[in-house]
């Protein structure tokens, strides 16, 4: 009898939601609000509300980087997704 659901790759253990976000504190995210804006950022930490304070965070409206921050809190209610970033772009590009 088969106990998990049928996800191929995974290396045989099973990643909860609570084990992914303790593996990304520190790595590069994209913060996905509810009204669509996207903050892009080092992950500083998060609790479990899912309030969420960045590092190094650039605002992006409609695809566009509108702010930087030094630093950002995000207020978990606010927070659509949370996603890592495959690759940093250079503060200039």
Known sequence: MST???????????KTPADFLKSIRGRPVV?????????????????GYMNIAMEQTEEYVNGQLKNKYGDAFIRGNNVLYIST???TLADGA
């Open 4 to 14: 998990g659901g049928g996800e191929k790759g995974g290396g045989g253990s099973v």
């Open 31 to 47: 913060v996905k609000l509810n009204s669509g804006v996207d903050y892009r950022g080092i992950l500083a930490c998060l609790d």
């Open 85 to 87: 970033s495959k690759r």
